[in-house]
C-alpha cells in the first residue's frame, strides 16, 4: 500500500522559510513524479513542484509554478525516499494547504499539511 507522510508545515511571518518533507513508502517503481501540490481557501488545488524520476536519465526533470520559481527548492533523497520542498521568501498569499502527490499508475495523495503566513 502507498503511503505518503507529511511533514513540515506551521505559521510564518512573511519573508520566512519553511521545509516541508513528504515520506514515501509502498511501492518500488523506478519511473514516477513526486512533488507538491496545494489549496488555498475558495480555490481549486494547484501544482506547486515535482521532480520526476526515470530510468533513462541520470537526474530527474523538475517543474515549478511560476509564482514559486526562485523562492521554492524541491529535492529528493531517494535512499529515505523522501521528497523536500524548501520555502523561502514566503508570502501571505503561499498560504494554503499543501499536498504530497505521488504519480505512479494512478496519483496518490497525503493527509495535507497546512501553511500559512500572516504579513
Known amino acids: 500500500e502507498v503511503q505518503l507522510m507529511e511533514s513540515g508545515g506551521g505559521l510564518v511571518q512573511a519573508g520566512g522559510s519553511l521545509r516541508l518533507s513528504c515520506a514515501a513508502s509502498?511501492?518500488?517503481?523506478?519511473?514516477?513524479?513526486i512533488g507538491w501540490f496545494r489549496q488555498a481557501p475558495g480555490k481549486e488545488r494547484e501544482g506547486v513542484s515535482c521532480?520526476?524520476?526515470?530510468?533513462?536519465?541520470?537526474?530527474?526533470?523538475?517543474y515549478y509554478a511560476g509564482s514559486v520559481k526562485g523562492r521554492f527548492t524541491i529535492s529528493s533523497d531517494n535512499a529515505k525516499n523522501t521528497v523536500y520542498l524548501q520555502m523561502d521568501s514566503l508570502k501571505p498569499e503561499d498560504t494554503a494547504v499543501y499536498y504530497c502527490?505521488?504519480?505512479?499508475?494512478?496519483?496518490?495523495w497525503g493527509q495535507g499539511t497546512q501553511v500559512t503566513v500572516s504579513s
Open positions: 502527490n505521488l504519480h505512479v499508475l494512478g496519483d496518490y
Open positions: 509502498g511501492f518500488t517503481f523506478d519511473d514516477y513524479a
Open positions: 521532480i520526476s524520476s526515470s530510468e533513462s536519465s541520470s537526474d530527474g526533470s523538475i
